[in-house]
């Protein structure tokens, strides 16, 4: 049993950093897509789409209930009876291409450019 | 009448073997679930405000079952720890997403285990980095979107931390443990 912490441990937190950067670089925010529009996504089906610059609140009664508020060119989901409501504690976005979860509801609010195209794909 | 007592004799052991292997799995798991349950009262989406992020206490466990007794150990303390797990609260979903994470995660470390240049460390740190990369493919086959993918640099630089808190828990556990013959038995200390 190896129970030292060696040298080559430091392969193991060089590959997760590599892995980490490789997964980040794709949903940096990219300046040429000006954010334009949050998309509301239930269960892998597009429900809604809102211009960001017009301020409402949407609501989604699934297995769970999501409060989506827009306010100031920034969207997040302010209000879930889901366990944890991590969705509510990821805070407020406002750049294209980021997004917000909530896994329990299977919910995804998520900000995309002006002409409401994906720009990128992964993978 | 000696090849009787020969018989018993083997027979016993194997009976004693068999014994002890399933009262260490079932400590095992007991422990596991302890964990696994304690580790929900920990409020960390506060602190970082991530789904899925979690201290994975209950690696602990996995990474000594996967050192003291194998593999195969490790996987029926990691399968069953998910099963019963779901039962406390997670519910179906929580099962697929803890077994998928598991799972990943445990094919890596008994991989990386295997390797000369890792300690219980790296192990540790893989381990906790590809459960996060294999809950992140079951979020990503649940919600059909690549977005979800956009929180696993977070995850990963998290589970750094929290992969190497386990592997100095795990080989502290190890180095006590190792030396009791109960715990390695019937395998040699490796």
Same mark, same amino acid.
């Given at each position: 049993?190896?129970?030292?912490?060696?040298?080559?441990?430091?392969?193991?937190?060089?590959?997760?950093?590599?892995?980490?950067?490789?997964?980040?670089?794709?949903?940096?925010?990219?300046?040429?897509?000006?954010?334009?529009?949050?998309?509301?996504?239930?269960?892998? =089906?597009? /429900?809604?789409?809102?211009?960001?610059? *017009?301020?409402?609140?949407?609501?989604? @009664?699934?297995? !769970?209930?999501?409060?989506?508020?827009?306010?100031?060119?920034?969207?997040?989901?302010?209000?879930?009876?889901?366990?944890?409501?991590?969705?509510?504690?990821?805070?407020?976005?406002?750049?294209?291409?980021?997004?917000? =979860?909530? /896994?329990?509801?299977?919910?995804?609010? *998520?900000?995309?450019?002006?002409?409401? @195209?994906?720009? !990128?794909?992964?993978? | 009448?000696?090849?009787?007592?020969?018989?018993?004799?083997?027979?016993?052991?194997?009976?004693?073997?068999?014994?002890?292997?399933?009262?260490?799995?079932?400590?095992?798991?007991?422990?596991?679930?302890?964990?696994?349950?304690?580790?929900?009262?920990?409020?960390?989406?506060?602190?970082?405000?991530?789904?899925?992020?979690?201290?994975?206490?209950?690696?602990?466990?996995?990474?000594?079952?996967?050192?003291?007794?194998?593999?195969?150990?490790?996987?029926?303390?990691?399968?069953?720890?998910?099963?019963?797990?779901?039962?406390?609260?997670?519910?179906?979903?929580?099962?697929?997403?803890?077994?998928?994470?598991?799972?990943?995660?445990?094919?890596?470390?008994?991989?990386?285990?295997?390797?000369?240049?890792?300690?219980?460390?790296?192990?540790?740190?893989?381990?906790?980095?590809?459960?996060?990369?294999?809950?992140?493919?079951?979020?990503?086959?649940?919600?059909?979107?690549?977005?979800?993918?956009?929180?696993?640099?977070?995850?990963?630089?998290?589970?750094?931390?929290?992969?190497?808190?386990?592997?100095?828990?795990?080989?502290?556990?190890?180095?006590?443990?190792?030396?009791?013959?109960?715990?390695?038995?019937?395998?040699?200390?490796?």
């Amino acid at each position: 049993m190896r129970l030292k912490f060696q040298k080559g441990d430091w392969i193991a937190v060089g590959l997760v950093i590599v892995l980490a950067v490789c997964v980040f670089l794709p949903f940096l925010p990219s300046s040429a897509a000006q954010p334009g529009a949050v998309e509301i996504w239930q269960n892998g =089906v597009l /429900l809604d789409t809102f211009p960001l610059d *017009r301020d409402g609140e949407y609501i989604i @009664d699934a297995s !769970f209930r999501n409060v989506i508020t827009v306010r100031d060119g920034q969207a997040a989901i302010t209000e879930s009876t889901c366990p944890g409501a991590d969705c509510v504690h990821s805070g407020w976005i406002r750049h294209t291409g980021r997004s917000i =979860v909530c /896994l329990p509801n299977r919910t995804e609010v *998520r900000i995309v450019g002006t002409d409401g @195209d994906v720009d !990128f794909v992964v993978g | 009448m000696w090849v009787r007592t020969a018989m018993w004799t083997l027979l016993w052991g194997e009976i004693m073997k068999k014994t002890t292997q399933l009262a260490l799995c079932a400590i095992l798991i007991a422990l596991a679930l302890a964990l696994s349950y304690t580790e929900r009262m920990i409020p960390l989406q506060l602190l970082i405000p991530l789904p899925g992020i979690k201290l994975g206490l209950a690696n602990i466990v996995t990474l000594i079952a996967l050192y003291l007794q194998g593999p195969k150990t490790a996987f029926t303390v990691l399968v069953l720890r998910c099963i019963m797990g779901s039962f406390f609260g997670g519910g179906l979903t929580g099962l697929a997403f803890s077994l998928t994470g598991g799972l990943l995660s445990m094919t890596v470390m008994v991989l990386t285990k295997r390797l000369p240049c890792f300690s219980v460390y790296g192990v540790s740190i893989l381990g906790a980095a590809f459960h996060n990369v294999g809950q992140i493919a079951a979020a990503m086959a649940l919600m059909q979107t690549v977005y979800v993918a956009s929180y696993l640099p977070y995850l990963l630089m998290v589970a750094l931390l929290t992969g190497f808190a386990t592997g100095c828990a795990g080989a502290g556990i190890l180095r006590v443990l190792s030396a009791v013959p109960a715990f390695t038995f019937p395998k040699a200390n490796r």
